[in-house]
T-cell receptor
Framework: ETGVTQTPRHLVMGMTNKKSLKCEQH?????MYWYKQSAKKPLELMFV???????ENNSVPSRFSPECPNSSHLFLHLHTLQPEDSALYLC???????????FGQGTRLTVV | GENVEQHPSTLSVQEGDSAVIKCTYS??????FPWYKQELGKRPQLIID?????GEKKDQRIAVTLNKTAKHFSLHITETQPEDSAVYFC??????????FGTGTRLLVSP
């Protein structure tokens, strides 16, 4: 248990659905990340939030929309996804500075 | 932006042998280099890290070396055991907390 919790653990959605992934940490960390993990690209950085400001959007399609309402919560809003978006979505958090990032257990997303 | 390359993509060794995984990075401003281990069905977990002011760090059977001039760093595992079998990821962190991972190395340790 790393203290980073992701919900739901599994999600199946149709291409026209809208859903959200949630990440929560109460470790006092102020940097949070979304990664996509697939067979093609094992740990692909999607978004970085530092002190609740988005500091990186790694050329991610607009059908993925992140939200960081406070330093403890991070969301990934999904809509009109494609089957190739099926993957494991991992959230991570870290303190400021050069220290370890802790991962959540991930949400296994299947787009049908 | 930062780009991290990792080799090899797969590595098979016999129990007791050493394993070496190598990574290169592109952003000279990167100053933190962690290594993560991911077992099947589990989240990545930190096994060792090194900061740019250090050239080598060791923790029991694992060690990491960093060459800032050449922009490469390596993971060394000695006396490998079957439970070392997993996917290993290197990473580099530069500005704005951006943590970029390599493409992973699948290590298989045969008894």
């Amino acid at each position: 248990e790393t203290g980073v919790t992701q919900t739901p653990r599994h999600l199946v959605m149709g291409m026209t659905n809208k859903k959200s992934l949630k990440c929560e940490q109460h470790l006092g960390h102020n940097a949070m990340y979304w990664y996509k993990q697939s067979a093609k690209k094992p740990l692909e950085l999607m978004f970085v939030y530092s002190l609740e400001e988005r500091v990186e959007n790694n050329s991610v399609p607009s059908r993925f929309s992140p939200e960081c309402p406070n330093s403890s919560h991070l969301f990934l809003h999904l809509h009109t996804l494609q089957p190739e978006d099926s993957a494991l979505y991992l959230c991570a958090s870290s303190p400021q500075g050069n220290t370890e990032a802790f991962f959540g257990q991930g949400t296994r997303l299947t787009v049908v | 932006g930062e780009n991290v390359e990792q080799h090899p993509s797969t590595l098979s060794v016999q129990e007791g042998d050493s394993a070496v995984i190598k990574c290169t990075y592109s952003d000279s401003a990167s100053n933190y280099f962690p290594w993560y281990k991911q077992e099947l069905g589990k989240r990545p977990q930190l096994i060792i890290d090194i900061r740019s002011n250090v050239g080598e760090k060791k923790d029991q059977r694992i060690a990491v070396t960093l060459n800032k001039t050449a922009k490469h760093f390596s993971l060394h595992i000695t006396e490998t055991q079957p439970e070392d079998s997993a996917v290993y990821f290197c990473a580099a962190r530069g500005g704005f907390q951006k943590l970029v991972f390599g493409t992973g190395t699948r290590l298989l340790v045969s008894p």
